[in-house]
Nanobody, 121 residues
Framework: QVQLVESGGGLVQPGGSLRLSCAASGSIFSINYMGWYRQAPGKERELVAT?????YYADSVKGRFTISRDNAKNTVDLQMNSLKPEDTAVYYC?????????????????WGQGTQVTVSS
């Protein structure tokens, strides 16, 4: 199996910064892409950023958030700057992981348990 473990959430004042980290471990052949989603209370989960062949950012975080990845360590980070109260949410890491199976290499989508980010004065 594969586990994704996030860290780095917390409480920060508006305009502040936080860095989220996610580490994938387990039976991994390769990882196609990794990304971050978030879910605010009463709202649907939304895509924040992904990194694979390239990077993608939601319009709401462009210019403020930066996603980076260490392929050797199977980790993905999300540097969040100029945080706003509307960034408050549970942030989830996800990864498209290729595993070796009896039927060949197959891709599986995994999620972390989530880490709370609260932006408030």
């Amino acid at each position: 199996q594969v586990q994704l473990v996030e860290s780095g959430g917390g409480l920060v004042q508006p305009g502040g910064s936080l860095r989220l980290s996610c580490a994938a471990s387990g039976s991994i052949f390769s990882i196609n892409y990794m990304g971050w989603y978030r879910q605010a209370p009463g709202k649907e989960r939304e895509l924040v950023a992904t990194i694979g062949g390239g990077t993608y950012y939601a319009d709401s975080v462009k210019g403020r958030f930066t996603i980076s990845r260490d392929n050797a360590k199977n980790t993905v980070d999300l540097q969040m700057n100029s945080l706003k109260p509307e960034d408050t949410a549970v942030y989830y890491c996800n990864a498209d992981v290729v595993r070796s199976t009896s039927y060949g290499n197959k891709g599986f989508l995994y999620w972390g348990q989530g880490t709370q980010v609260t932006v408030s004065s």
